[in-house]
C-alpha cells in the first residue's frame, strides 16, 4: 500500500476508507496495473524559463512542379517542407524505457549485444534525461523506475545491466505494455518527450498475454529492434508503425546493437519539438481550387474536416529532421482572360510550447494564357520530381517485397530494376546524395535476392527498416551502417562513430550529450541564437511584404 495512504487515513470512519483502498489497491497490483508515479525529479531542467523556443522548426517556401498554370483546366503540385534548427542547444529531456527480451533464445551473442548497447546508451544519457529497464521473457518486470541519469544512477544501471540473464519464453505484449505503463504513470511530463526501445529476436511464445498489435502505443514513440533470423520482423514493424514516428531496425545475426541504437540516440537527444503539425487549409471560395490532396507515400497522422483543411501531425522532430509533404491541385477553368496570381492553399506548421503563431505561406501559381512547356523544368521543378521519385522508389521496395515474400523473387528482382531505371532519369542540382543513397537501397536489396533464402534471412527485414523509414522520413538501422542513410542527421553520424569506438573499446570514456553540444557550440558559437534570429527575420520580411502590398495598392 502507498505510504501517503498510511499517513493520511487514521482513525473512525477513515479506518473504513483505508480498508476500501487497501483492497482497490491489492486488486490493481495482483491485474499487473500498479502505479508507476515514482519517476525521479531530473536533477537539471532541460529548458529553463526564458529560453526562447521561436524558429526551431521552420517551414521553406513552397516548390512546385510548374513554374505557372493554365486558365484552363489544369494541376500542379506543391512541395512543403518543415526542418528542425541544426542547433542542439535546445532540447527536450529524454524519458527512454528500455523493453529488453531476455528469453531464452536471446542466450549467447545476443543478450551480450544488449548489455553493451544499453551500456553506452547509459554513458550517454545526462542528468536531464531518464531511463528505466523492463524485462520480459514468460512475464515482465520494472527493473528500474524512471532514473534521473546522474553518476550514481549510472553505475547502479550499469551494474543492472551488466547482470541481465536470458531464460524462458516470450510475451511481447507484457513488456510493451509494462513499458507504456511506466510511461502513462509519470508525474514530470513537461518539455520531456516518452520513447520505447522494444528488442526482441522471436514472436510471442508459450502462455502469451495477447497480440501486442492491439496495445495502443498513445503518444508514445516505440522503436523496435529485431534480432536475426527467426524473429517476426512484421510484427515489430507494425507496433512501430502503430506509435507516432516509430521506426523498425534489424540487426542481423552476428552484427552488434550499438550501432542502430547509436544512431536512434543521436535523434532522441536532439528533440528540438514535439507535437509538430502542419495545416494545410484550401481557398476554395476564390475559384480557382477545385481539389486539394496530399500525395500518398508518407506516413503520418492526416485528418480533413467539413471544411476540407488537412491537418497532418509528424509528433516529434530531430535537430536537422526535415519532412517534405507533396499536395497535389487540381485547377477549374478560370474566368479570367488575363494572368494573375491565384492563391490555392494556405500552410501554416505548430508545434508544442510556442509563443506566438509561425508565420503562414501561401500556396499560389501564376494562371496564364501561355503555361510554360512542361519539358522546360528549372532547379525547383526537378526537386518536386525528385522526391516524387522518392516516394515512387519507396513503393517500388514496398510492391517488390511483397512479391519476393510470396516466393516470386524474378518479379521482385524485376520491380528493383524499374526502380533503378527510374532513378537514372533525376537531375539534382545539390549533387547525387539523394540518388546515391536510393541507389544503394536498391543494390542491397538485389544483392539480398540472389536466393529465397538469403531474401527470407535478410532482404525481408531490410525491406521492412527500408520502407518505413521513407514512410516516416527518418533514420532506421538496417545492418548496412556504413551505407549513409537519407535522414541521417550529424548528431547521427557522430554517434554512430562513437559507437563503433566503443564497441573496439567498451572501457575507453564516452562523451556525454552535454560533452557533444559544448564541442557543436565551440565550432558553432551562433548555433544557439540562429533559430530565433531567423525566425524574426522572417517575420520581418512578410511584414515589409505585406507593407509594400498596401503602399501598391494605394498608388494605382
Known amino acids: 500500500m502507498p505510504r501517503a495512504y498510511h499517513q493520511y487515513l487514521k482513525g473512525g470512519m477513515h479506518i473504513h476508507i483505508h480498508i476500501i483502498i487497501d483492497r482497490k489497491w491489492k486488486q490493481n497490483k495482483l491485474a499487473g496495473s500498479m502505479a508507476f508515479n515514482d519517476d525521479e525529479k531530473p536533477a537539471t531542467t532541460p529548458n529553463p524559463n526564458g529560453v526562447n523556443k521561436q524558429g526551431l522548426v521552420t517551414m521553406r517556401i513552397p516548390k512546385y512542379s510548374k513554374k505557372d498554370v493554365a486558365l484552363t483546366v489544369d494541376s500542379v503540385t506543391a512541395m512543403v517542407e518543415i526542418e528542425a534548427t541544426s542547433s542542439t542547444a535546445v532540447r ?34 545526462t542528468p536531464v534525461d531518464r531511463l528505466s529497464i523492463v524485462t520480459f521473457e514468460s512475464s515482465a518486470k520494472r527493473l528500474t523506475p524512471l532514473r534521473s541519469m546522474t553518476q550514481a544512477a549510472q553505475s547502479d544501471l550499469k551494474t543492472i545491466v551488466g547482470r541481465l540473464v536470458a531464460d524462458g519464453g516470450t510475451d511481447i505484449k507484457a513488456g510493451l ?10 508525474v514530470l511530463t513537461v518539455s520531456r518527450t516518452a520513447n520505447i526501445f522494444l528488442m526482441s529476436d522471436g514472436k510471442p511464445e508459450g502462455k502469451s498475454s495477447g497480440d501486442p498489435r492491439q496495445v495502443d502505443p498513445g503518444e508514445v514513440s516505440v522503436y523496435t529492434f529485431g534480432f536475426g533470423q527467426g524473429t517476426d520482423h512484421k510484427l515489430l514493424t507494425d507496433i512501430a508503425k502503430k506509435s507516432p514516428g516509430g521506426t523498425y531496425s534489424t540487426v542481423p545475426d552476428g552484427t552488434n546493437l550499438s550501432a542502430p541504437f547509436a544512431q536512434l540516440l543521436g535523434g532522441l537527444l536532439t528533440v528540438v519539438a514535439q507535437d509538430v503539425q502542419l495545416t494545410l487549409t484550401p481557398k476554395t471560395g476564390d475559384g480557382d481550387l477545385d481539389t486539394m490532396a496530399v500525395a500518398p507515400g508518407t506516413d503520418y ?19 536537422a529532421e526535415t519532412r517534405k509533404v507533396a499536395v497535389n491541385f487540381t485547377l477549374k477553368q478560370s474566368s479570367e482572360s488575363e494572368a494573375y ?8 506548421h505548430s508545434y508544442a510550447a510556442e509563443e506566438t503563431r509561425q508565420p503562414a ?10 503555361p510554360s512547356s512542361p519539358g522546360v523544368a528549372g532547379s525547383e521543378e526537378r526537386s518536386v520530381q525528385a522526391e516524387e521519385v522518392r516516394r515512387q522508389h519507396a513503393d517500388m521496395i514496398c510492391k517488390a517485397s511483397e512479391l519476393a515474400d510470396g516466393g516470386k523473387l524474378d518479379r521482385a528482382r524485376d520491380k528493383i ?61 538496417r545492418g548496412d551502417e556504413e551505407v549513409i542513410s537519407l535522414y541521417v542527421t550529424p548528431r547521427m553520424i557522430a554517434y554512430l562513430e562513437q559507437a563503433k569506438k566503443f564497441e573496439e573499446n567498451p572501457q575507453a570514456p564516452v562523451p556525454t550529450a552535454d560533452k557533444d553540444v559544448e564541442q557543436e557550440l565551440a565550432a558553432n558559437p551562433l548555433a544557439a541564437f540562429s533559430a530565433p534570429l531567423a525566425f524574426y527575420l522572417e517575420n520581418a520580411i512578410q511584414a515589409l511584404q505585406a507593407i509594400q502590398k498596401i503602399i501598391s495598392a494605394t498608388t494605382i
Do not use: C, W
Open 177 to 186: 505494455d509494462l513499458g507504456l505503463a511506466v510511461l502513462g504513470d509519470r
Open 301 to 319: 497522422t492526416q485528418t480533413t474536416d467539413a471544411n476540407g483543411v488537412i491537418t497532418i501531425t509528424f509528433g516529434t522532430l530531430f535537430s
Open 92 to 125: 527536450e529531456g529524454l524519458d527512454l524505457v528500455a523493453v529488453v527480451d531476455v528469453s531464452g533464445s536471446m542466450r549467447g551473442h545476443k543478450i551480450e549485444s544488449v548489455k553493451k548497447a544499453l551500456q553506452f546508451v547509459i554513458m550517454k544519457l
Open 417 to 477: 530494376m524499374d526502380a533503378q531505371n527510374a532513378l537514372e532519369d533525376i537531375m539534382l542540382d545539390d549533387g547525387d546524395r539523394m540518388v546515391n543513397a536510393l541507389r544503394a537501397e536498391l543494390l542491397r536489396l538485389l544483392e539480398y535476392m540472389e536466393s529465397q533464402k538469403l531474401y527470407n534471412k535478410l532482404g525481408h527485414p531490410y525491406a521492412l527498416a527500408t520502407i518505413i523509414s521513407h514512410g516516416r522520413q527518418r533514420a532506421a538501422g
Open 361 to 370: 505561406q501561401n500556396i499560389q501559381r501564376l494562371r496564364t494564357t501561355e
Open 341 to 348: 496570381n491565384a492563391t490555392l492553399a494556405v500552410a501554416r
